[in-house]
C-alpha cells in the first residue's frame, strides 16, 4: 500500500555530513511507524533510527546515538535521516522502512512484517 523511494546517498569525507530522504507514496503516511537501516560490506542488516507516526517518539541505535537524526514531514510524505561526523563505519546501503507497528518494535521488525526501500548508498572515506 505504500512505495518508498530513498535518496540523498553518495560519497563524503570522514566528520562530513549527509541527508538521506524517504519519500513515501499513499495517503496513509501518517499511519506508519517509520524506520532507517543499513548494510555494510560483509556484514548483515543493522537498526539505525527509527520514529513514531506522528513522529512524537524517536530511537536509534548506539552506534549514531548523538550524531544522526530521524525526522519526518508528513505534510510531505518524507522522513529524514541527518547524519552529522560521518566515519568511515558508517559506510553502507541505507534503507529506509516502513510498518504499521510502534517505533519501538521497527528495531527489530522482521523483512516480512515491513515495506523497504531499494537503498542508497552511502560511501564515508578516510
Known amino acids: 500500500q505504500v512505495q518508498l523511494v530513498e535518496s540523498g546517498g553518495g560519497l563524503v569525507q570522514a566528520g562530513g555530513s549527509l541527508r538521506l530522504s524517504c519519500a513515501a507514496s499513499?495517503?496513509?503516511?501518517?499511519?506508519?511507524?517509520m524506520a532507517w537501516f543499513r548494510q555494510a560490506p560483509g556484514k548483515g542488516r543493522e537498526f539505525v533510527a527509527t520514529?513514531?507516526?506522528?513522529?512524537?517518539?524517536?530511537d536509534y541505535a548506539d552506534s549514531v546515538q548523538g550524531r544522526f537524526t530521524i525526522s519526518r514531514d508528513n505534510e510531505k510524505n518524507t522522513v529524514y535521516l541527518q547524519m552529522h561526523s560521518l566515519k568511515p563505519e558508517d559506510t553502507a546501503v541505507y534503507y529506509c522502512?516502513?510498518?504499521?507497528?510502534?517505533?519501538?518494535?521497527?528495531?527489530?521488525?522482521?523483512?516480512?512484517?515491513?515495506?523497504w526501500g531499494k537503498g542508497t548508498l552511502v560511501t564515508v572515506s578516510s
Open positions: 520514529i513514531s507516526t506522528l513522529g512524537y517518539s524517536t
Open positions: 522502512a516502513a510498518g504499521r507497528t510502534t517505533a519501538q518494535a521497527m528495531r527489530t521488525v522482521t523483512q516480512d512484517m515491513a515495506t
Open positions: 499513499g495517503r496513509t503516511f501518517n499511519m506508519y511507524s
